[in-house]
């Protein structure tokens, strides 16, 4: 893998940090600000409050006219109300893969500074080739934010 294995990308957002975070905390909202268009919805619904929960969601690859339907557990491995929340990615049943997502909150006046960091440093290079990693870039990133921002509007 090349020297780069983690992207980020912030924007800030016209609502609070609080109200920012009860949308990333709430898996069925997930979908709403996923610029990769895989995401559906969980399989359990239920918010996110702790490290070490685990939320399994229904995804979707598409690639030319091959579609594929799975699930994806995701672990959460971070989180501090209403500042921080992140996840790391597992094949449902499987351990972690190795890549991770990462909220930063920040309040800016009556705004919130919001920061998305997709990681894949602990990724093994099998892992990153098997599963495409990474799978999205900046651009991507920066894309997911603004679907955040639309969804708080």
């Known amino acids: 893998m090349g020297a780069v294995c983690r992207y980020r990308a912030s924007q800030v957002i016209a609502t609070s940090r609080v109200r920012i975070f009860q949308l990333l905390t709430d898996p069925l909202a997930h979908h709403l600000f996923d610029a990769s268009g895989m995401v559906g919805d969980p399989v359990a619904p239920r918010r996110l409050t702790m ?87 900046e651009t991507g990133l920066g894309s997911s934010l603004a679907l955040l921002a639309r969804a708080c509007s």
């Open 51 to 137: 490290v070490g929960q685990m939320f399994v969601m229904k995804m979707t690859y598409t690639s030319g006219t091959h579609v594929e339907h799975y699930q994806s557990d995701n672990h959460v491995t971070a989180l501090a109300a209403p500042s921080v929340i992140e996840s790391g990615t597992a094949t449902h049943g499987g351990p972690l893969l190795g890549w991770r997502w990462r909220y930063e909150l920040e309040t800016r006046e009556e705004k919130a500074l919001v920061t998305l960091v997709y990681d894949w440093s602990r990724t093994s290079k099998e892992n990153a080739d098997r599963f495409g990693v990474p799978l999205l870039d």
